[in-house]
C-alpha cells in the first residue's frame, strides 16, 4: 500500500448567490505521493465538498487554466504536487489580481483583453502576400531566438497575479501582454509597431512596470516577461528617436518552387526492404 500523508486543506470559498463575503472551509486529505492539487481538489469535491468550483482542463500544464493561488503563490494546481509543498497545511484561494466568480475561479477577462489589446499577430503593412501567398515567409534561427522564449507563454494569468503594479494599478497592461507585445514587434515578419504604439506606449504601459520580477518567478513555462518588458521598452526608445530596425513592408518569401527543391535535396534515399 502507497505511504500516505494526512494534509489539512483550507480552501477560500465564494458563491456569489449565497456569500456576501468569502470564506475558508477546512478539509482533511491523505495524500500520496505524487498527488497533485488539483488531484486533492477532485477528491475533496468527490467526497466532501460537492459545490467546490475551480477551472482545469488538460491537467499537464499546457491549457493554462488551472492557475490558482496555492501556500500564497501563484501556481498551477496540475502542475504542483501536495507533498512537494512541505506544508501539513495547503490555503488554496482564488489568484489575486482578479475578480473572483466563484470560489477559486477567477475572472481571466481582462487578461484576454490587455492580451488582444496590443495585436498579438503579424501584421504586415501589405496583405497581398498572405491573401495570394507565393511562398513561405523566411526567417532564420538567429531570427526566431529573438522571441522564442515568449511563444511558450500559456496565458494562464499566474505573472499578472503576481505583479505587484497590477495590484494598485488594474489597467496596467501587464507582464503577459507586454512581453507579447515584444514577441510579435520583434518578429522580422512583423510591421505592426505603429499600430500597437497606440495600445502599448501609454501611460499604464511598460514605463509603469518597477523591475519587481515577480512575473517572471511566477511563470510555469520559465517565461522571463519582466526582461520582456525592459526589451520593449528599448525597442520603443529607439524607435522614437529613429533607431528603430527597418523592416520591408513585405518579409522575404521563398518561392514554393525552391521549398520543394530543397525538401527533394534533404530527403532521405527511399528504404528498400530487405537490403
Ligand atoms: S489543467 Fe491545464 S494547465 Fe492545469
Redesign the pocket.
Given at each position: 500500500m502507497t505511504d500516505t500523508k494526512q494534509i489539512t486543506f483550507r480552501i477560500r470559498r465564494y458563491d456569489p448567490d449565497l456569500d456576501t463575503i468569502p470564506h475558508w472551509e477546512e478539509h482533511k486529505l491523505n495524500v500520496p505521493d505524487g498527488m497533485t492539487v488539483?488531484e486533492a481538489l477532485q477528491e475533496i469535491k468527490a467526497e466532501q465538498a460537492p459545490t467546490l468550483a475551480w477551472?482545469?482542463?488538460?491537467?499537464?500544464?499546457?491549457?493554462?487554466?488551472?492557475?490558482m493561488f496555492i501556500n500564497h503563490l501563484p501556481m498551477?494546481?496540475?502542475?504542483t504536487q501536495v507533498l512537494h509543498l512541505g506544508t501539513d497545511v495547503v490555503t488554496v484561494a482564488p489568484l489575486p489580481n482578479y475578480d473572483n466568480v466563484k470560489d477559486l475561479v477567477p475572472n481571466l477577462e481582462p487578461l484576454i483583453q490587455k492580451h488582444a489589446a496590443i495585436k498579438p499577430f503579424i501584421i504586415l503593412t501589405n496583405s497581398k502576400e498572405i491573401d495570394e501567398p507565393t511562398g513561405e515567409f523566411i526567417q532564420t534561427p538567429e531570427q526566431r531566438d529573438e522571441y522564442s522564449q515568449f511563444t511558450f507563454c500559456?496565458k494562464?494569468g499566474l505573472c499578472l497575479a503576481a505583479c505587484p503594479t497590477v495590484a494598485t494599478d488594474p489597467l496596467f497592461l501587464g507582464p503577459q501582454a507586454l512581453a507579447q507585445a515584444y514577441r510579435y514587434t520583434v518578429d522580422n515578419r512583423d510591421c505592426g509597431l505603429q499600430e500597437r504604439l497606440e495600445a502599448i506606449d501609454a501611460f499604464h504601459g511598460p514605463y509603469q512596470c518597477h523591475m519587481a520580477g515577480a512575473c517572471s518567478q511566477a511563470c510555469?513555462k520559465g517565461v522571463d516577461p519582466a526582461f520582456g518588458i525592459q526589451l520593449l521598452k528599448r525597442t520603443l526608445v529607439l524607435d522614437s528617436i529613429g533607431f528603430g530596425k527597418k523592416k520591408s513592408s513585405v518579409a522575404k518569401v521563398m518561392p514554393l518552387a525552391d521549398i520543394v527543391k530543397q525538401i527533394e535535396e534533404f530527403a532521405p534515399p527511399p528504404r528498400t526492404v530487405g537490403k
Open positions: 488539483l477551472r482545469s482542463s488538460c491537467r499537464m500544464g499546457v491549457c493554462g487554466s488551472c492557475g498551477l494546481a496540475c502542475q500559456i494562464c510555469p
